[in-house]
């Protein structure tokens, strides 16, 4: 089993900044692909962003277009963490934040797909 937990939510005005981490623990595998969806009350949870494996050819990060230019997904394979920079954030970023990870190195946008959660973290941007 893999355990994730994110950190780092909180509230914000509109043009701030926040930056969530998701430490990994457990039977992890540093191959597996690592994403933060966000999901608000009455909605269906939403990708935002995803990461394959440090040492993939052409490890290039996936963006929604909302978040394309604003956020910025990395991850520290030694420390088993990932992190999601948030800059410019806007009200309606508000929502909670989860992160997540596949049982194999395919990255996807499809909530699916990932076998791991986390709990989350709220983040809250008010204008």
């Known amino acids: 089993q893999v355990q994730l937990v994110e950190s780092g939510g909180g509230v914000v005005q509109a043009g701030e900044s926040l930056r969530l981490s998701c430490a990994a623990s457990?039977?992890?595998?540093?191959?597996?692909?690592m994403a933060w969806f966000r999901q608000t009350p009455g909605k269906e949870r939403e990708f935002v962003a995803a990461i394959r494996w440090s040492n993939v050819v052409g490890n290039y990060p996936d963006y929604i277009n909302s978040v394309r230019g604003r956020f910025a997904i990395s991850r520290d394979d030694a420390t088993n963490t990932t992190y999601l920079q948030m800059d410019s954030l806007k009200p309606e970023d508000t929502a909670v934040y989860y992160c997540a990870a596949t049982h194999d190195a395919s990255m996807s946008r499809d909530s699916n797909d990932y076998r791991y959660w986390g709990q989350g973290t709220q983040v809250t941007v008010s204008s």
């Open positions: 457990g039977r992890t595998n540093h191959r597996s692909a």
